[in-house]
């Protein structure tokens, strides 16, 4: 949440080649102000929140599933059964809940002829994405 404002930065100097760090603060700051620099802070923090979640919740989960508990460590192959049910809570939590992702930089964006913000509110962000591209915009 500390660094959204850099965040927000990098993604406007990527959208906007040619400009420096200045301009694209100041634009930032003179379109929508000092709010401008923490666009999609909710999003972000809720997405990440639901991400740990859920990895915890798989996490334990699978070694509930696979027996893997603290009797078992003295076994040679205990830390590769961690690692290993480690990475699939991690690939399926960061898959399900990939979309904030989307809808956040999505929040982000100015359209570059216009500067102004074509998506203002979380829920029209996700209509907009889910008209223009379905289920597959939120992976893109």
Request: net charge positive.
């Amino acid at each position: 949440s500390l660094l959204n404002p850099l965040f927000v930065i990098r993604l406007r100097i990527q959208l906007s080649p040619g400009h420096s760090m200045t301009q694209v603060m100041q634009a930032i700051y003179a379109q929508d102000g000092l709010t401008g620099f923490y666009r999609g802070l909710g999003t972000g923090v809720s997405g990440r929140a639901c991400e740990s979640m859920l990895y915890w919740m798989l996490y334990e989960r699978l070694k509930q599933h696979c027996g893997t508990h603290s009797e078992t460590l003295s076994t040679p192959y205990f830390g590769a059964q961690v690692m290993s049910l480690s990475m699939v809570a991690k690939l399926v939590s960061s898959t399900l809940v990939y979309p904030y992702n989307v809808v956040r930089v999505h929040l982000w964006e100015v359209n570059p002829e216009s500067g102004v913000h074509e998506y203002n509110h979380l829920w029209q962000t996700v209509r907009g994405i889910w008209r223009a591209d379905g289920v597959r915009g939120f992976y893109s």
